[in-house]
């Protein structure tokens, strides 16, 4: 990634922001971060943070950020947009934090290919306990703000990322790594931000079978 231009598909939470950080270190220059949101654009797919959360990571990151909304069948027409305008401004490479599921990562190809851009995956295939170590060895902070019911308990929200509590999941049989879509994170701090994003939670709901925490900016 040496000297390399890239958009980083930006979730707002811990996988993300680990391959941000693994391309940085390898010597990427970051040009873009790219969030899809929900069609009306308030709240971010999947982990459901709020437009303002995330542009305030952004923000701290020192890149910037472009967003797209989109229902699920809008989807790809609205990253392939996206990634069409980062090509256009000389953007070359996307880096996604896929890990080893293979239908996702032949997506992400996939659809990258499609506007020419190279799709780069800083986490494929290593094993998910020593990403998580090297995540918060390196000083990153985060905590679930999404529980998906189903496959693990609600209690877990809000609690914040550590050994133990991966200890804890994999003792109970849930990934700890959350790759099947059991929870989601955000991450507050970390070596890729000039200061914490500050945070606070003020509630839960629950809808479809998760149980979302409330996050706004201080």
Request: hydrophobic share 40%; aromatic share 10%.
């Given at each position: 990634m040496?000297?390399i231009?890239?958009?980083?598909?930006?979730?707002?939470?811990?996988?993300?922001?680990?391959?941000?950080?693994?391309?940085?270190?390898?010597?990427?220059?970051?040009?873009?971060?790219?969030?899809?949101?929900?069609?009306?654009?308030?709240?971010?797919?999947?982990h459901?943070?709020?437009?303002?959360?995330?542009?305030?990571?952004?923000?701290?990151?020192?890149?910037?950020?472009?967003i797209?909304?989109?229902?699920?069948?809008?989807?790809?027409?609205?990253f392939?947009?996206?990634?069409?305008?980062c090509?256009?401004?000389?953007i070359?490479?996307?880096?996604?934090?896929?890990?080893?599921?293979?239908?996702?990562?032949?997506?992400?190809?996939?659809?990258c290919?499609?506007?020419?851009?190279?799709?780069?995956?800083?986490?494929?295939?290593?094993?998910?306990r020593?990403?998580?170590?090297?995540?918060?060895?390196?000083?990153?902070?985060?905590?679930?703000?999404?529980?998906?019911?189903?496959?693990?308990?609600?209690?877990?929200?809000?609690?914040?990322?550590?050994?133990?509590?991966?200890?804890?999941?994999?003792?109970?049989?849930?990934?700890?790594?959350?790759?099947?879509?059991?929870?989601?994170?955000?991450?507050?701090?970390?070596?890729?931000?000039?200061?914490?994003?500050?945070?606070?939670?003020?509630?839960?709901?629950?809808?479809?079978?998760?149980?979302?925490?409330?996050?706004?900016?201080?």
């Open positions: 040496k000297g231009s890239f958009v980083a598909s930006w979730s707002g939470g811990k996988d993300s922001a680990m391959a941000f950080y693994r391309a940085m270190k390898s010597g990427g220059i970051p040009k873009r971060l790219l969030t899809m949101f929900e069609e009306d654009e308030e709240r971010s797919k999947s459901a943070l709020p437009f303002e959360v995330v542009e305030a990571q952004a923000k701290r990151i020192g890149v910037p950020l472009i797209r909304g989109a229902d699920w069948k809008g989807y790809e027409e609205q392939l947009d996206a990634m069409k305008e090509v256009e401004s000389g070359s490479h996307g880096v996604f934090g896929d890990i080893d599921l293979e239908d996702h990562l032949e997506w992400v190809q996939k659809t290919a499609k506007v020419d851009m190279e799709a780069v995956h800083p986490l494929w295939m290593e094993p998910r020593k990403i998580l170590h090297e995540f918060i060895e390196a000083g990153f902070e985060a905590y679930i703000v999404v529980v998906n019911t189903k496959m693990m308990p609600a209690h877990f929200i809000g609690r914040k990322f550590t050994v133990e509590l991966m200890d804890e999941l994999d003792a109970l049989g849930i990934d700890s790594c959350g790759e099947s879509g059991e929870f989601h994170t955000v991450v507050v701090d970390g070596p890729i931000f000039s200061e914490r994003v500050p945070v606070v939670f003020s509630g839960q709901h629950e809808r479809d079978g998760y149980v979302f925490l409330e996050v706004a900016l201080e």
